[in-house]
């Protein structure tokens, strides 16, 4: 069993930045592949950002390219979800998950553990 843990979420400006981060106990998280969906009112769970087992590929939803990034610690046994240039449109309950993907890193179904959340508000 891993329970997940996610801090740093808050209200922040339109261009500004938050760091998310995700700390795991009960195992360590360099055995999972991370990742980090997100769920706005009304809408369903959206794929944010994945990174695999050793860090060696990452992947991120098509509107979040580019401004956000996934570095993992797994001497601390932590990932982050660094998000810049913030858009009002990123307003969500961000989640981190992990799980052994085999497949899709973009289905929420395939991971197993989950954290339970963090809000973010971006103000315009």
């Known amino acids: 069993q891993v329970q997940l843990v996610e801090s740093g979420g808050g209200l922040v400006q339109a261009g500004g930045s938050l760091r998310l981060s995700c700390a795991a106990s009960g195992r360590t998280l360099s055995m999972y592949d991370l990742g980090w969906f997100r769920q706005a009112p009304g809408k369903d769970r959206d794929f944010v950002a994945a990174?695999?087992?050793?860090?060696?590929?990452?992947y991120y939803g098509d509107s979040v390219g580019g401004r956000f990034t996934l570095p993992r610690d797994n001497a601390k046994n932590t990932v982050y979800l660094q998000m810049n240039s913030l858009k009002p449109e990123d307003t969500a309950v961000y989640y981190c998950?992990?799980?052994?993907?085999?497949?899709?890193?973009?289905?929420?179904?395939?991971?197993?553990?989950w954290g339970q959340g963090t809000q973010v508000t971006v103000s315009s």
């Open positions: 998950t992990a799980g052994r993907i085999y497949g899709s890193y973009y289905e929420a179904a395939r991971y197993d553990y």
């Open positions: 990174i695999t087992r050793i860090g060696r590929s990452s």
